[in-house]
């Protein structure tokens, strides 16, 4: 069945550390999407990518970095210049330049917590 | 600039019916969407509507878009307590895709 996983479905941080976030989909979708979830706030975009090797900024992006070397793949490194890193991380993709109805799939997320 | 509210809770009891409610602020939304998640888990898209659409029905869920005012509700007919999630609305506007989510509601069903 075609999805999208993300790993690990807990983690957790010492201060001063990078981490990276797995995501992966084998819907064939072209863009991907990282967004934090905070109580009471919704969702808020970080980064996206609408094709291999190319990615924007979102409303959140400092202390965040991705990478798009693969269709499949978007990792995200949460780095240690994100001061308040504790969240629950949800990755997304859809598909890119047609008119779509199905807005956007989601992973089940990761939930990261400094300790 | 784009927006999208929604109220933070509903409770309802077990049976009745649930209304959540949005507004959004870019006249030039293309589709709407409600996505359901549950605890700890990620969002699960329950429906959506086109904007030439008024009113949209799935089983018990309707959804009514009055695009004057710029409102958009989502009806739970027969609230059952595994309705109990957070409900997020979404806006698609017509010249990019992405979605701008709403701050969700917390529904939470009781006996």
């Known amino acids: 069945d075609g999805g999208i996983t993300q790993s690990p479905k807990y983690l957790f941080r010492k201060e001063g550390q990078n981490v990276t976030l797995s995501c992966e989909q084998n819907?064939?979708?072209?863009?991907m999407y990282w967004y934090r979830q905070d109580p009471g706030q919704g969702l808020r975009l970080i980064y996206y990518?609408?094709?291999?090797?190319?990615?924007q900024k979102g409303d959140i992006a400092e202390g965040y970095s991705v990478s798009r070397e693969k269709k499949e793949s978007f990792p995200l490194t949460v780095t240690s210049a994100q001061k308040n890193p504790t969240a629950f991380y949800l990755c997304?993709?859809?598909?890119?330049?047609?008119?779509?109805?199905?807005?956007?799939?989601f992973g089940s997320g990761t939930r990261l917590t400094v300790v | 600039g784009e927006d999208v509210e929604q109220s933070l809770f509903l409770s309802v009891r077990e049976g009745d019916s649930s209304v959540i409610n949005c507004t959004y602020t870019?006249?030039?939304?293309?589709?709407l969407y409600w996505y359901k998640q549950e605890p700890g888990a990620g969002l699960q898209l329950l429906t959506y509507?086109?904007?030439?659409?008024d009113m949209k029905q799935d089983q018990r869920l309707t959804v009514l878009l009055n695009k004057k005012d710029k409102h958009l509700s989502l009806r739970i007919a027969d609230t059952q307590t595994g309705d109990s999630a957070i409900y997020f609305c979404?806006?698609?506007?017509?010249?990019?895709?992405?979605?701008?989510f709403g701050t969700g509601t917390r529904l939470q069903v009781f006996p």
């Open positions: 870019d006249s030039s939304s293309t589709y």
């Open positions: 979404a806006e698609r506007t017509y010249n990019t895709d992405k979605l701008i």
């Open positions: 997304a993709s859809s598909t890119y330049g047609q008119i779509s109805n199905y807005g956007y799939t």
């Open positions: 990518s609408q094709i291999v090797n190319d990615f």
């Open positions: 819907l064939n979708h072209d863009a």
């Open positions: 509507i086109f904007s030439n659409m």
